[in-house]
């Protein structure tokens, strides 16, 4: 049985949600399937970051055991390693 709260927490995510939203969903053909994506999203991981990175560039980013990050040192390290699997290894898209 529904609380209270959970019906409004529903009505919030639908309103969210809603096509034209913050976080607006629609359907849409991906790899010839009907799904459900984000309506304002970049289209790939790779065209978020690179949107989002350079933007951030100078700020922490990842903490890890005593050792810390920024966006910006996190998007180098990623293009070496990207650098490498393809000239090493070959791999591509």
């Known amino acids: ?7 409004a927490q529903d009505q919030l995510v639908e309103m ?3 096509p034209g939203g913050q976080l607006g969903v629609v359907t849409a053909t991906v790899g010839g399937r009907e799904q459900k994506i984000f309506e ?5 991981l790779r ?3 690179a949107m989002f990175l350079p933007a951030h560039a100078e700020k922490e980013f990842l903490v890890y055991q005593g050792e810390r990050y920024t966006f910006e040192q996190v998007r180098k390290q990623s293009l070496a390693i990207a650098a490498v ?9």
């Open 85 to 93: 699997l393809q000239s090493r290894y070959g791999i591509a898209k």
């Open 47 to 49: 065209d978020l970051l």
């Open 40 to 44: 304002h999203a970049p289209p790939s």
């Open 16 to 18: 969210i949600t809603a």
């Open 1 to 7: 049985m529904l609380t209270e709260l959970d019906r």
